[in-house]
Nanobody, 126 residues
Framework: VQLQASGGGLVQAGGSLRLSCAASGRTFKNYNMGWFRQAPGKEREFVAGISWSGGSTYSADSVKGRFTISRDNAKNTVYLQMNTLKPEDTAVYYC????????????????????WGQGTLVTVSS
């Protein structure tokens, strides 16, 4: 399984970016997906997750109301729309695929995610 994240860049505070994660090598539509991020000097943290059907999503409190996760199973792609960006959102963002086939719940722990993208850097200037 390969995950290719893209869409990062430099943006001013209050701006928007959309991250994409293209998957290949496994039946994408049967697995929950997640976005994580790691800021300099900090541990990687969960940002948002989406169920395999797209019917359920979960976001961390720090991004709720600003970030939206979605997926297009026909394109094998998961997205993270990030609005009203803040300097504290600066991090490397990673997409990840759940290890469980058609899992019933969206996981927030890294241990449930088996495959990871290479990361894409988001820098928010003040």
């Amino acid at each position: 399984v390969q995950l290719q994240a893209s869409g990062g860049g430099l943006v001013q505070a209050g701006g928007s970016l959309r991250l994409s994660c293209a998957a290949s090598g496994r039946t994408f539509k049967n697995y929950n997906m997640g976005w994580f991020r790691q800021a300099p000097g900090k541990e990687r943290e969960f940002v948002a997750g989406i169920s395999w059907s797209g019917g359920s999503t979960y976001s961390a409190d720090s991004v709720k109301g600003r970030f939206t996760i979605s997926r297009d199973n026909a394109k094998n792609t998961v997205y993270l729309q990030m609005n009203t960006l803040k300097p504290e959102d600066t991090a490397v963002y990673y997409c990840a695929a759940d290890r469980i086939f058609q899992a019933s719940g969206v996981a927030r722990g890294e241990g449930r995610y088996e495959y990871w993208g290479q990361g894409t850097l988001v820098t928010v200037s003040s």
